[in-house]
């Protein structure tokens, strides 16, 4: 018979609970968080309640806002769907993808956050839209209609990627999206806007869309709660593109390019945080990747989120970018913008401002069109709506001027900060093999000081 010696049992038992502990804490520490993503089709910042347009109801919404971080400054990379899509399904600039055209897909030898986040075990999943066919078929998972099936069929035992891509508030509208609807008589007008009634029911259908998306937001939250996700889970909700009205969606004006975005993230994002800081929306996929633990893919460049999440004050950026290649029509453009300025780059000022076929379509046009048709349309309506030549370039300051109606280009007050701004987004293109040729100062050694002229498309 084999005599146990006692204190060999003991010293067993104590590396097999030290191996244990060991592999718990392991096992704890590298627990990656599950990732949701509730992407809305375009949508201006300004159209939830809880950025200040309270004539929208977004109760789930609002609620996910006061648990997380508000961002009241965050950028698309493109307002247009598909390169918008494709530059956070990628972390590359639309020009560099082979998708800055509406309906052209990401080029398949550039690598997806998809494929890299299944590399690392992740399961991903992806609920109707997503605009990119190619990295569509990467999804593990595809859904269209009930949400409870990704929560019923995702394995349990690893974390996931879950894409919600509602195709709301996108047009056609029509009435009965949400019961009650919202009041034609309560909705906020646009400046850039004609207050007419039929502008004020496209105002209505669009806010009754935005509540159906917040309804089926709230329940994937739901969901999360009751499978017991909600502690490990970051929530993120943005959308693709400012609102499909004109001077909106396709545009590089506020209501084109400055989306909602909405990170939550228990013991991590500091609930409650607003910030008036800008950010990318090519930040997002950089983000994700670190906190799962992924390698970043090649030329991605946006920035991580998570030390500011974290808490820390110091802006993520200087500048961001955005441009509009084709949509419908050629209107090509290029932004930088700043917490200040936004300077906008016209490449084809030739033309008054085109419009994508759902707008130009849109009962909000009809109403601006009309008016101009009789002469009563507003001057700073008509002016920027239907006046050919544009300028080349145009500059905002956005505190002060947060419409963009002021165009401060060729004032000689401002000369330095165009030269400036001009340098900066030439850098940024020719840095990012853009195929639209950058503003002539941004070349080395060209003394732009020499070479400055008033900056009015007339003169061209
Ligand atoms: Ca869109």
């Not at 330095?416 to 080395?444: C, E």
Request: aromatic share 12%; proline share 9%.
């Amino acid at each position: 018979m084999k005599i146990i010696n006692p204190i060999k049992l003991l010293i067993q038992v104590k590396i097999s609970l030290l191996v244990w502990v060991l592999l718990s804490i392991k096992s704890l520490a590298v627990t990656p968080p599950n990732i949701v993503f509730l992407f809305s089709d375009d949508q201006t910042a300004a159209d939830l309640a809880c950025y200040g347009n309270k004539a929208v109801r977004t109760p789930n919404l609002d609620k996910l806002a006061a648990q997380g971080v508000r961002f009241t400054r965050a950028y698309v990379a493109s307002p247009q769907c598909s390169p918008s899509r494709g530059a956070i399904l990628t972390g590359r600039v639309p020009h560099t993808t082979g998708s800055s055209r509406l309906h052209m897909d990401v080029l398949p030898e550039f690598p997806s956050i998809v494929e890299a986040l299944k590399k690392q075990g992740y399961f991903t999943g992806a609920y109707r839209k997503v605009h990119q066919k190619g990295i569509e078929q990467q999804f593990d998972f595809r859904g269209d209609k009930d949400l409870t099936t990704f929560f019923n069929q995702r394995p349990k035992d690893k974390p996931f990627f879950l894409w919600f891509g509602s195709t709301d508030p996108h047009r056609p509208y029509k009435a009965g999206a949400v019961n009650p609807p919202h009041d034609p008589k309560k909705v906020r007008v646009p400046d850039f806007l004609a207050d007419t009634p039929g502008t004020r029911q496209d105002l209505a259908y669009y806010y009754d869309y935005i509540t159906r998306f917040d309804q089926e937001c709230g329940e994937i939250l739901a969901l999360l709660e009751k499978q017991g996700l909600t502690g490990n889970t970051i929530v993120v909700m943005s959308s693709d593109n400012g609102m499909p009205f004109p001077r909106a969606k396709g545009t590089l004006y506020e209501a084109g390019v400055n989306v909602p975005l909405l990170i939550k993230w228990p013991g991590k994002a500091q609930a409650g945080r607003v910030s008036t800081d800008i950010v990318s929306l090519m930040d997002l996929p950089v983000t994700w990747l670190e906190a799962a633990g992924v390698p970043l893919l090649p030329r991605m460049t946006g920035k991580s989120l998570i030390p500011y999440l974290e808490g820390d004050t110091q802006p993520v950026h200087e500048y961001v970018f955005t441009e509009r290649n084709w949509h419908d029509n050629w209107e090509p453009s290029r932004a930088v913008i700043s917490k200040k300025y936004k300077l906008i780059q016209n490449f084809r000022p030739e033309v008054a401002p085109l419009f994508t076929l759902d707008r130009l379509t849109s009962p909000a046009f009809q109403a601006i069109d009309s008016l101009h048709k009789i002469g009563k349309l507003a001057p700073n309506l008509q002016q920027w709506y239907f006046k050919a030549p544009r300028p080349v370039v145009e500059l905002y300051d956005l505190e002060k001027d947060p419409g963009e109606w002021h165009n401060l280009a060729a004032d000689p007050a401002y000369k330095q900060i165009v030269l400036d701004y001009q340098k900066i987004l030439g850098d940024w293109m020719n840095t990012t093999h853009d195929f639209l040729p950058a503003p002539r100062n941004s070349f080395p050694g060209y003394n732009y000081n020499d070479v400055y002229e008033p900056l009015n498309a007339e003169k061209l």
